[in-house]
């Protein structure tokens, strides 16, 4: 069973969203989801000052197997991509809610609230729905 | 849910991550793919290949009749066990399926061909077989071991016994002997040494078990297509299918035109496409940027646009490598479009690794 800690909300696709104490939010790809793809070889992060859209493909995440898309969870303004992951990209393995996150964002206005986000116990009913 | 070998329970068992393949509900994965490639380069891996059909062909004309099935020429097999990798070509000079074709003696030869291809190859050989009065079965009796890398041999000859043990690590490469009711051929699809092993069904499980306790590790599907990517070998399907020509597809060397008298099934396809002059070519690719080659990348180069056949990220050099068919005049740079960006390759003619080794330079 793969970890889902309960201070963080989720998206049906599998990333993960933390909001910081300076009202940016942090985003990676869920425990369920780097296990799914296997061992990381390669993650592009969007750049700093990169607006995107919500639902917009906006990171990278290949495996030796597959490419995968990072959805942004909601619109909002890149306010940096973790730097660490272009020569460390296992990172997104071994520590996905830690060192491995993708990116920081700060939210449209009112963004966040509009985009449905799950809690831990409802992301944990949509790994479960897929057999996860 | 598809088809599944002798060591499916197994498998799932060991905790491996299942997939379709070909029809085939394969191990992709056990725990790393990653892991299980440096095992088997660095040490012994063992993989499930029952999925692969193997064919014997028996009758005293069988050696005529594969002289005419394949594009490379069993003529050139005279000790018993020798093996030879060969395309089957369809009258275009299309590419059937690639093979591995066993003389075992003057009238039984025995054919390992892939398993996704497996409806068509039999049909395809059954078809010729019948003006030559050759027997043709399948063996779905036999599981099949790919025990690979530099510990391979020594490991796997303890599942032998005092007798036979040493017999089987002194075959030749490319040679197979039946030993102990097994056949045991010094083949592979890694660049690494090793054997592969074909057994009674019933025996697959307690000698994976066995491997396993000698420390060869359980490696999936994955694993195996780095591995043979890194070695320099085809995949059907990406590399090369009835679409492609051995001559644009890396097999050029697999194709036997001497002697000039035997009339293999595509050969006159084959002189007109050598005749007319200009073709594609395949060739190894080496990311110099970040990122991963895949199948179906678009290539630029000097001499027009190129596609990636197969790619993926090479764990032994630690960065991405590719397959791609590119015009015969393109130069030693090129350019891939990955996601919208042009990210530079180098050209170089593989295999990339063997026997554990960058070949690059």
């Not at chain 2, 890396?250 to 000039?260: D, H, K, M, S, Y």
């Amino acid at each position: 069973m793969s970890n889902v800690p309960a201070e963080l909300r989720y998206t049906r696709s599998h990333e993960w969203v933390r909001t910081l104490t300076d009202g940016t939010v942090e985003i990676g790809i869920t425990d369920h989801a780097q296990h799914a793809l296997g061992d990381l070889v390669f993650v592009e992060v969007p750049e700093a000052g990169r607006t995107v859209a919500s639902g917009e493909a906006c990171a990278v995440v290949e495996s030796v197997k597959a490419a995968s898309d990072v959805y942004a969870p909601f619109g909002g303004e890149v306010t940096a991509g973790n730097p660490k992951l272009a020569d460390a990209p296992e990172t997104v393995n071994s520590d996905p809610y830690g060192e491995g996150w993708l990116m920081r964002l700060k939210p449209a206005a009112g963004a966040i609230a509009a985009a449905g986000l799950l809690s831990a116990a409802d992301y944990t009913k949509v790994q479960d729905a897929e057999g996860g | 849910m598809g088809r599944q070998t002798p060591l499916f329970a197994l498998h799932r068992e060991l905790g491996a991550r299942i997939v379709d393949f070909g029809g085939w509900d394969m191990p992709v994965q056990y725990s790393s793919q990653i892991g299980e490639h440096h095992a088997v380069r660095r040490a012994a891996g063992v993989f499930d290949v029952s999925h692969m059909c193997v064919v014997d062909l028996r009758g005293p004309r069988v050696r005529p009749f594969l002289q005419q099935l394949l594009a490379n020429d069993v003529g050139r097999l005279r000790i018993p066990g020798k093996a030879l990798y060969s395309c089957m070509l369809n009258e275009r000079a299309g590419v059937i399926d690639d093979l591995i074709v066993y003389f075992l003696t003057e009238e039984w030869f025995r054919a390992v061909v892939n398993a996704g291809t497996r409806d068509k190859d039999l049909a395809w050989i059954r078809q010729h077989a019948a003006a030559f009065g050759v027997g043709v079965t399948e063996r779905a009796d036999l599981a099949m071991l790919a025990v690979q890398g530099p510990e391979a041999r020594a490991k796997a000859a303890q599942l032998l016994s005092s007798a036979d043990g040493p017999t089987a690590q002194a075959l030749p490469a490319f040679v197979g002997a039946e030993l102990g009711g097994w056949f045991v051929a010094r083949t592979g699809y890694t660049g690494e040494d090793g054997f592969e092993i074909m057994m009674p069904a019933a025996d697959a499980v307690p000698a994976w078990r066995a491997l396993n306790a000698l420390g060869v590790a359980s490696c999936g599907l994955g694993a195996r297509d780095t591995l043979r990517l890194e070695a320099g070998m085809n995949l059907y399907g990406n590399d090369m299918d009835e679409s492609t020509h051995p001559y644009e597809s890396g097999l050029g060397w697999t194709v036997a035109l001497e002697p000039r008298v035997r009339q293999f099934v595509g050969r006159t396809a084959l002189e007109a496409i050598l005749a007319a002059g200009s073709r594609d070519k395949l060739v190894g690719l080496v990311l110099e940027d970040r990122g991963v080659l895949r199948s179906h990348q678009k290539v630029s180069t000097a001499a027009g646009e190129g596609e990636i056949t197969s790619g993926t990220f090479s764990p032994t050099l630690e960065r991405s490598i590719a397959f791609a068919r590119l015009p015969e005049a393109s130069g030693a740079q090129v350019q891939v479009d990955i996601r919208g960006k042009l990210l530079n390759a180098r050209v170089v003619k593989p295999p990339f690794v063997r026997f554990g080794k960058s070949l690059l330079t």
